[in-house]
Protein backbone atom coordinates (compact mmCIF):
# COMPACT_ATOMS: atom_id res chain seq x y z
CA UNK A 1 0.00 0.00 0.00
CA UNK A 2 1.05 3.49 -0.60
CA UNK A 3 1.70 6.19 1.71
CA UNK A 4 0.83 9.16 2.77
CA UNK A 5 3.32 12.07 4.08
CA UNK A 6 1.39 14.51 6.07
CA UNK A 7 3.95 17.29 6.38
CA UNK A 8 6.36 18.00 3.31
CA UNK A 9 7.51 21.40 2.28
CA UNK A 10 8.78 21.03 -1.09
CA UNK A 11 8.72 24.46 -1.77
CA UNK A 12 12.50 24.26 0.28
CA UNK A 13 15.16 25.59 -1.93
CA UNK A 14 16.22 21.88 -1.03
CA UNK A 15 14.38 20.69 -3.80
CA UNK A 16 15.32 23.22 -6.54
CA UNK A 17 17.53 21.23 -8.57
CA UNK A 18 15.28 18.30 -8.96
CA UNK A 19 11.70 19.18 -7.72
CA UNK A 20 9.71 18.10 -11.19
CA UNK A 21 11.60 14.44 -11.00
CA UNK A 22 10.73 14.05 -7.41
CA UNK A 23 6.82 15.16 -7.49
CA UNK A 24 7.02 12.37 -10.17
CA UNK A 25 8.49 9.89 -7.67
CA UNK A 26 5.75 10.78 -4.88
CA UNK A 27 2.95 10.26 -7.61
CA UNK A 28 4.25 6.70 -8.94
CA UNK A 29 5.53 5.83 -5.21
CA UNK A 30 3.04 7.35 -2.74
CA UNK A 31 -1.23 8.13 -2.45
CA UNK A 32 -0.81 11.68 -1.78
CA UNK A 33 1.44 13.98 0.55
CA UNK A 34 0.45 17.36 1.86
CA UNK A 35 2.63 20.62 1.53
CA UNK A 36 2.73 22.65 4.55
CA UNK A 37 2.79 26.94 4.41
CA UNK A 38 4.95 28.85 7.16
CA UNK A 39 4.08 32.21 5.78
CA UNK A 40 2.47 33.77 3.20
CA UNK A 41 4.63 33.17 0.39
CA UNK A 42 5.23 29.13 1.01
CA UNK A 43 1.33 28.78 1.97
CA UNK A 44 0.84 30.53 -1.82
CA UNK A 45 3.52 27.97 -3.12
CA UNK A 46 1.52 24.81 -1.62
CA UNK A 47 -1.64 25.90 -3.22
CA UNK A 48 -0.06 26.31 -6.38
CA UNK A 49 1.34 22.75 -6.05
CA UNK A 50 -2.15 21.72 -5.03
CA UNK A 51 -3.58 23.03 -7.97
CA UNK A 52 -1.33 21.54 -10.60
CA UNK A 53 -1.08 18.12 -8.82
CA UNK A 54 -3.80 15.79 -7.79
CA UNK A 55 -1.59 14.09 -5.58
CA UNK A 56 -0.59 17.31 -3.49
CA UNK A 57 -2.83 18.92 -0.64
CA UNK A 58 -2.01 22.52 0.85
CA UNK A 59 -2.39 24.00 4.12
CA UNK A 60 -1.98 27.71 4.83
CA UNK A 61 -0.27 29.64 8.08
CA UNK A 62 2.95 31.48 9.56
CA UNK A 63 5.06 29.05 11.38
CA UNK A 64 6.02 30.79 14.74
CA UNK A 65 9.30 31.42 13.60
CA UNK A 66 8.16 33.66 10.44
CA UNK A 67 5.19 36.17 12.12
CA UNK A 68 7.27 39.03 11.46
CA UNK A 69 4.99 39.54 8.29
CA UNK A 70 1.64 38.36 9.62
CA UNK A 71 -0.10 41.91 9.80
CA UNK A 72 -4.01 42.47 9.66
CA UNK A 73 -3.60 42.89 5.62
CA UNK A 74 -1.47 39.52 5.87
CA UNK A 75 -4.33 37.90 8.20
CA UNK A 76 -6.80 39.03 5.64
CA UNK A 77 -5.14 37.55 2.91
CA UNK A 78 -4.69 34.06 4.53
CA UNK A 79 -7.76 33.86 5.55
CA UNK A 80 -8.81 34.46 1.77
CA UNK A 81 -6.19 31.38 0.35
CA UNK A 82 -7.88 29.17 3.55
CA UNK A 83 -11.07 29.38 1.94
CA UNK A 84 -9.48 27.12 -1.39
CA UNK A 85 -11.18 23.75 -1.53
CA UNK A 86 -7.33 22.04 -1.76
CA UNK A 87 -6.69 23.92 1.58
CA UNK A 88 -7.03 20.72 3.91
CA UNK A 89 -5.77 22.78 7.50
CA UNK A 90 -4.19 25.94 8.95
CA UNK A 91 -0.69 25.29 9.73
CA UNK A 92 1.83 25.18 10.68
CA UNK A 93 1.38 27.33 13.70
CA UNK A 94 2.42 27.24 17.44
CA UNK A 95 5.08 28.15 19.87
CA UNK A 96 8.77 27.96 19.53
CA UNK A 97 10.88 28.56 22.27
CA UNK A 98 13.68 27.04 21.03
CA UNK A 99 14.94 29.48 18.63
CA UNK A 100 13.25 32.59 20.10
CA UNK A 101 12.81 34.41 16.83
CA UNK A 102 10.05 36.11 18.41
CA UNK A 103 9.11 37.36 22.13
CA UNK A 104 6.62 34.43 23.72
CA UNK A 105 3.91 37.11 23.80
CA UNK A 106 4.10 38.04 20.30
CA UNK A 107 4.15 34.38 19.19
CA UNK A 108 0.92 33.51 21.44
CA UNK A 109 -0.61 36.35 19.99
CA UNK A 110 -0.20 35.10 16.58
CA UNK A 111 -1.12 31.76 17.87
CA UNK A 112 -4.32 32.73 18.87
CA UNK A 113 -5.48 34.76 15.74
CA UNK A 114 -4.75 31.89 13.71
CA UNK A 115 -6.95 29.69 16.03
CA UNK A 116 -9.54 32.09 15.43
CA UNK A 117 -8.79 32.09 11.30
CA UNK A 118 -9.18 28.27 11.93
CA UNK A 119 -12.44 28.77 13.65
CA UNK A 120 -13.77 30.89 11.38
CA UNK A 121 -13.16 28.58 7.97
CA UNK A 122 -13.94 25.71 9.92
CA UNK A 123 -10.52 23.82 9.19
CA UNK A 124 -8.06 21.85 11.36
CA UNK A 125 -4.61 23.23 12.26
CA UNK A 126 -1.12 21.68 11.96
CA UNK A 127 0.61 22.19 15.61
CA UNK A 128 4.54 23.08 15.80
CA UNK A 129 5.37 23.52 19.08
CA UNK A 130 8.93 23.56 20.65
CA UNK A 131 9.99 23.69 24.12
CA UNK A 132 6.93 25.03 24.37
CA UNK A 133 4.11 22.60 25.51
CA UNK A 134 2.69 23.88 28.56
CA UNK A 135 1.97 27.27 26.61
CA UNK A 136 0.60 25.37 23.51
CA UNK A 137 -1.73 23.13 25.39
CA UNK A 138 -2.70 26.01 27.48
CA UNK A 139 -3.91 28.15 24.56
CA UNK A 140 -5.29 24.96 22.69
CA UNK A 141 -7.63 24.71 26.55
CA UNK A 142 -8.95 27.80 25.05
CA UNK A 143 -9.98 26.41 21.91
CA UNK A 144 -11.92 23.08 22.67
CA UNK A 145 -13.34 22.61 19.26
CA UNK A 146 -10.29 22.96 17.28
CA UNK A 147 -9.18 19.83 16.36
CA UNK A 148 -5.57 18.81 14.34
CA UNK A 149 -2.08 17.42 14.37
CA UNK A 150 0.46 17.76 16.91
CA UNK A 151 3.58 17.91 13.65
CA UNK A 152 6.51 16.05 14.94
CA UNK A 153 5.02 15.16 18.77
CA UNK A 154 7.64 16.54 20.93
CA UNK A 155 5.75 15.55 24.38
CA UNK A 156 6.04 12.25 26.47
CA UNK A 157 3.48 9.25 26.60
CA UNK A 158 1.93 11.10 29.53
CA UNK A 159 0.73 14.20 28.19
CA UNK A 160 -0.02 12.56 24.58
CA UNK A 161 -3.15 10.60 26.06
CA UNK A 162 -4.19 14.32 27.19
CA UNK A 163 -4.38 15.24 23.67
CA UNK A 164 -5.82 12.38 22.05
CA UNK A 165 -9.23 13.23 21.90
CA UNK A 166 -9.04 16.01 19.35
CA UNK A 167 -5.33 15.62 18.63
CA UNK A 168 -3.36 13.42 15.77
CA UNK A 169 0.47 12.30 16.19
CA UNK A 170 2.87 13.33 13.36
CA UNK A 171 5.41 11.11 13.65
CA UNK A 172 9.16 11.71 11.76
CA UNK A 173 12.44 10.59 11.59
CA UNK A 174 13.04 10.83 14.96
CA UNK A 175 11.73 8.22 15.43
CA UNK A 176 14.60 6.20 13.76
CA UNK A 177 17.26 8.42 15.88
CA UNK A 178 19.26 5.97 18.10
CA UNK A 179 18.39 8.81 21.20
CA UNK A 180 14.19 8.49 20.26
CA UNK A 181 13.75 6.75 23.69
CA UNK A 182 11.15 9.24 24.64
CA UNK A 183 9.29 9.08 21.39
CA UNK A 184 9.28 5.26 21.48
CA UNK A 185 7.39 5.49 24.54
CA UNK A 186 5.28 7.43 22.88
CA UNK A 187 4.25 5.47 20.12
CA UNK A 188 3.91 2.40 22.30
CA UNK A 189 1.49 3.92 24.31
CA UNK A 190 -0.65 5.90 21.69
CA UNK A 191 -2.89 3.31 19.71
CA UNK A 192 -2.48 2.83 15.77
CA UNK A 193 -6.13 4.83 15.76
CA UNK A 194 -4.33 8.55 16.28
CA UNK A 195 -0.91 8.28 14.74
CA UNK A 196 -0.30 9.76 11.49
CA UNK A 197 3.35 9.90 9.37
CA UNK A 198 5.11 12.87 8.10
CA UNK A 199 8.56 13.78 7.01
CA UNK A 200 8.96 17.73 7.81
CA UNK A 201 10.94 17.19 4.39
CA UNK A 202 13.60 18.44 3.58
CA UNK A 203 14.50 18.28 7.59
CA UNK A 204 14.04 15.33 9.61
CA UNK A 205 15.85 12.71 7.95
CA UNK A 206 15.22 9.06 9.25
CA UNK A 207 17.99 6.86 9.61
CA UNK A 208 19.35 5.23 7.23
CA UNK A 209 19.76 8.57 5.52
CA UNK A 210 20.28 10.77 8.51
CA UNK A 211 22.33 14.02 7.66
CA UNK A 212 21.12 13.91 3.95
CA UNK A 213 17.89 15.83 2.12
CA UNK A 214 14.72 14.22 3.69
CA UNK A 215 11.42 13.64 0.75
CA UNK A 216 8.67 12.00 1.07
CA UNK A 217 9.31 8.38 -0.05
CA UNK A 218 11.60 7.95 3.26
CA UNK A 219 8.42 8.20 5.50
CA UNK A 220 8.51 4.38 4.86
CA UNK A 221 11.22 4.15 7.19
CA UNK A 222 9.44 5.82 9.89
CA UNK A 223 6.40 3.35 8.98
CA UNK A 224 8.71 0.46 9.37
CA UNK A 225 10.22 1.90 12.73
CA UNK A 226 6.27 2.01 13.90
CA UNK A 227 5.72 -1.66 12.80
CA UNK A 228 8.81 -2.85 14.99
CA UNK A 229 7.77 -0.79 17.93
CA UNK A 230 4.37 -1.99 18.26
CA UNK A 231 5.05 -5.59 16.66
CA UNK A 232 2.81 -5.36 14.02
CA UNK A 233 2.94 -5.58 9.72
CA UNK A 234 4.04 -2.94 7.71
CA UNK A 235 0.61 -2.84 6.03
CA UNK A 236 -1.14 -2.61 8.88
CA UNK A 237 0.74 0.97 9.67
CA UNK A 238 0.18 1.51 6.44
CA UNK A 239 -3.76 1.30 6.33
CA UNK A 240 -4.62 3.12 9.45
CA UNK A 241 -2.27 6.05 9.10
CA UNK A 242 -3.47 6.84 5.45
CA UNK A 243 -6.99 6.24 7.02
CA UNK A 244 -5.98 8.79 10.30
CA UNK A 245 -4.34 11.31 7.69
CA UNK A 246 -7.43 10.73 5.48
CA UNK A 247 -9.74 11.68 8.50
CA UNK A 248 -7.80 14.40 10.04
CA UNK A 249 -7.66 16.04 7.00
CA UNK A 250 -11.43 15.31 6.06
CA UNK A 251 -9.78 14.20 2.11
CA UNK A 252 -11.81 11.33 1.60
CA UNK A 253 -10.91 8.36 -1.09
CA UNK A 254 -13.23 9.33 -3.66
CA UNK A 255 -10.81 12.98 -3.51
CA UNK A 256 -7.86 10.83 -5.03
NI1 LIG B 1 7.30 21.68 9.06
Redesign the pocket.
Known sequence: MKLIDS?A?MDNEAFDIDRDELFEKIEKEMDFIVN?G?DLESSKKSIEYAHKYGFVYATVGFHPDEIVGYSTEAEKELEELAKDPRVVAIG?IGLDYHWMTHPKEKQQEIFRRQLELAKRVGKPVVI?SREAMEDTLNILNEYPEIKGIF?CYPGSAETAKTLLDRFYLGIGGVLTFKNARKLVEVVKNVPMDRIILET?CPYMTPAPFRGKRNEPVYVKYVAEKIAEIKGIEFEEVAVKTNANTRKVYGISEENK
Open positions: HHIYEHHD
